[in-house]
């Protein structure tokens, strides 16, 4: 039972580059959420899914997209990454008393 | 809307000596509440969680936590530290917005555990 899985761990962008971090579970979940971690700041909601197709934005939506097709999977894309967005990003499923994390990808911007 | 302050963003113990670490919150209903722990380069794990239950809530690893309303507090100890519970502890509060429950997340409190 795998949980929620996130791929990649580690990635470097340049400024302007594009790419999508993954996030999986197998919970069978409704809701799933992205995070963002950044130092003295505790974890900041991005977006968020409250099942497949529906999608809205959390309390730092800007320069990010999200899409809900399937229950299993919530991509994080970023469509043209800044260093402000140099970040640990966490992705969450489920709600209630048990929201499940990812273990998170260091995402760094140069 | 909902929020909660981590008094302390570091705190240092010896090994075998107690745990603090203080949480409070800001609620206009009763809340849920949950403590993690992030270990270096690690994810985060669920510690253990206050749902309106007992106000005495017990956790994995040896922690608990009390939910005293009139202080609007919630918070996390431990009787004996351990050098393995070095790690950063964040304090949530669950806010319900448009039926999705959001997390709201402290800044958190880094334990240093020394020998």
């Known amino acids: 039972n795998a949980g929620v899985t996130q791929t990649p761990k580690f990635q470097v962008l340049k400024t302007g580059q594009s790419m999508t971090l993954q996030c999986a579970q197998d919970?069978?979940?409704?809701?799933m959420s992205w995070y963002r971690q950044d130092p003295g700041m505790g974890l900041r909601l991005i977006h968020y899914?409250?099942?497949?197709?529906?999608?809205d934005q959390g309390e730092v939506p800007n320069g990010y997209n999200v899409s809900r097709s399937t229950t299993e999977d919530f991509p994080l894309r970023l469509l043209s990454a800044a260093p402000s967005q140099t970040s640990v990003y966490f992705c969450?499923?489920?709600?209630?008393?048990?929201?499940?994390f990812g273990s998170g990808t260091r995402l760094t911007v140069v | 809307a909902q929020s909660v302050t981590q008094l302390d963003s570091h705190v240092s113990v010896s090994e075998g000596t107690p745990v603090l670490l203080r949480c409070n919150y800001s609620?206009?209903?009763?809340?849920?509440l949950f403590w993690y722990v992030q270990h270096p380069n690690k994810g985060l794990q669920l510690l253990l969680k206050?749902?309106?239950?007992?106000?005495l809530v017990k956790g994995i690893n040896g922690f608990e936590a009390e939910f005293k309303k009139s202080e609007t507090s919630f918070h996390l100890t431990k009787p004996s530290a351990h050098m393995s519970d070095a790690a950063e502890y964040f304090c949530?509060?669950?806010?319900?917005?448009?039926?999705?429950?959001?997390?709201?997340f402290g800044t958190g409190t880094r334990l240093l555990v020394s020998p």
């Open positions: 969450a499923a489920g709600q209630g008393t048990t929201p499940a």
């Open positions: 899914s409250v099942g497949a197709g529906i999608t």
């Open positions: 949530v509060v669950s806010e319900w917005n448009t039926g999705f429950q959001k997390l709201v």
């Open positions: 609620s206009s209903y009763s809340p849920s």
């Open positions: 206050y749902t309106s239950a007992a106000t």
């Open positions: 919970m069978n979940h409704e809701y």
